[in-house]
């Protein structure tokens, strides 16, 4: 069993910044790619950040200088940074993480998502 468990959502005002953890846990062999997913009311998911486990990255170009990735490989947890934030970043933020379980497969897996929410 492998389970992800984001934290740190809320309401913030625009310009605000608010910072979202993941922990993996459970049966884990190896961690690939970590990132962060995020779906608005009527809209497709869309990936926010990924990192790879030797620390490159990679944005969105909607939060490109505003967030940012960053993971602990020893702790198993993935943390995003989000700073001046706007509405539109409104969302659920889902963390996501390609997993090797002990004596098992690879496979990608989905925390239950955490809400966002950038408003006056």
């Known amino acids: 069993q492998v389970q992800l468990v984001e934290s740190g959502g809320g309401l913030v005002r625009p310009g605000g910044s608010l910072r979202l953890s993941c922990a993996a846990s459970?049966?884990?062999?190896?961690?690939?790619?970590m990132g962060w997913y995020r779906q608005a009311p009527g809209k497709q998911r869309e990936l926010v950040a990924v990192?790879?486990?030797?620390?490159?990255?990679n944005y969105a170009d909607s939060v490109k200088g505003r967030f940012t990735i960053s993971r602990n490989n020893a702790e198993n947890t993935v943390d995003l940074q989000m700073n001046s934030l706007k509405p539109e970043d409104t969302a659920v933020y889902y963390c996501?993480?390609?997993?090797?379980?002990?004596?098992?497969?690879?496979?990608?897996?989905w925390g239950q998502g955490t809400q966002v929410t950038v408003s006056s």
């Open positions: 459970g049966s884990i062999f190896r961690i690939y790619d």
């Open positions: 996501n993480a390609d997993i090797v379980r002990k004596y098992g497969p690879q496979e990608w897996y």
């Open positions: 990192i790879t486990s030797g620390g490159s990255t």
